[in-house]
């Protein structure tokens, strides 16, 4: 008679084996190496380059609208964009292709 306890042991290691090969999306931790071109060292494991990258606006040089109280509507340059040595946290997408600098870590 075949061990039920085993089979289910079996059918969980099978299950996660399934999700590993599926590569769900995962936190990394990375440095900027270069910003032109945009270089990313990830975990001292592998380097992403800008074709590999998602740009959230947090880590972005980016223009918005604003009225300062008194005056007319301004133009605000946010200098935003990442810098070598800039430590960012990654967001690999399910398939691990590209990669999501959500932001900056530390202060700057």
Do not use: C, W
């Amino acid at each position: 008679m075949p061990d039920a306890n085993g089979l289910v042991e079996t059918l969980k290691q099978a299950a996660l084996d399934a999700v590993k090969a599926s590569k769900p999306a995962s936190i990394y931790f990375g440095e900027v190496v270069s910003s032109v071109p945009l270089k990313i060292n990830v975990e001292q494991k592998m380097e992403l380059g800008e074709k590999q990258l998602v740009l959230t606006q947090a880590v972005t040089e980016y223009r918005r609208m604003v009225t300062v109280e008194g005056e007319s509507t301004k133009t605000l340059v946010v200098h935003n964009g990442l810098a070598a040595g800039d430590g960012v946290v990654l967001l690999r997408q399910q398939g691990g292709q590209k990669f999501i600098v959500l932001d900056r870590i530390g202060g700057r």
